[in-house]
């Protein structure tokens, strides 16, 4: 008797039978694999999944080291059509709300505003004294390029700027090769923080109005 007839490899049929092929199916191991795979390639695609708020300085820091570790009670500006009218010439467009809070102590004054760059909004925080700025943060960034505007060299340019006859900065601000929508509104939002600075700023004849 042959050793290939039975023994230890079983019979000849089962040698010369060909494993099975299930056609059209996939293992379950497999199909999960594949998922997995398109998962992580959507993920990194550029642009796919939201981009997280980043805080560079949390507000609550930014404004107690502007008034060097003691800020006063925030004040109320209210957001009436006049003011309205002269934030929309400097945004494009009017400030979300009824009121603004904001923060004075004598002639410093805190902004905290928000403004789209590309597609989110970038919250800046700005520091005002006797009309001119004295210090510029960039407090959280949501977009996917321009970050360069939160480098000191950058922010640096905005110290000492103030508005004016014509009610935009009497500096230029040099631009940032790629960041140039960020630049854009950082610079709308100083100017509307020297703005409101001027509006908020306590006089027996009323606010002053900046000239067009």
């Known amino acids: ?39 992580m390639m959507t993920l990194l695609l550029p642009g796919s999944p939201p981009r997280a708020d980043e805080v560079i300085e949390p507000p609550a820091s930014f404004l107690t080291g502007a008034f060097d570790g003691s800020p006063p009670t925030p004040a109320i500006l209210w957001l009436t059509p006049e003011i309205q009218q002269q934030v929309e010439a400097v945004l494009g467009h009017r400030l979300a709300g009824l009121r603004l809070r904001y923060w004075r102590k004598g002639e410093r004054s805190v902004w905290i505003l928000n403004e789209i ?10 520091v005002v004294e006797s009309g001119r700025i004295v210090r510029v943060s960039v407090l959280v960034y949501r977009e996917s390029r321009g970050y360069e505007i939160r480098y000191p060299q950058f922010r640096g340019q905005f110290e000492g700027v103030g508005l004016d006859a014509q009610g935009r900065l009497d500096r230029p601000i040099d631009g940032i090769a790629g960041a140039t929508l960020s630049v854009n509104a950082m610079i709308r939002m100083a100017r509307t ?20």
């Not at 040698?15 to 497999?30: A, E, H, K, Y």
């Not at 923080?193 to 067009?212: F, I, N, T, Y």
């Open 117 to 126: 760059g590309k597609e989110e909004p970038i919250t800046a925080g700005f």
């Open 193 to 212: 923080a020297l703005l409101l600075d001027r509006l908020s700023m306590p006089r027996s004849d009323g606010p002053q109005e900046v000239p067009k």
């Open 1 to 39: 008797m042959s050793i290939f007839s039975q023994g230890f490899f079983g019979r000849r049929d089962d040698m010369n039978r060909r494993p099975r092929v299930t056609r059209g199916r996939l293992p379950v191991r497999m199909l999960f694999a594949l998922a997995a795979a398109v998962v």
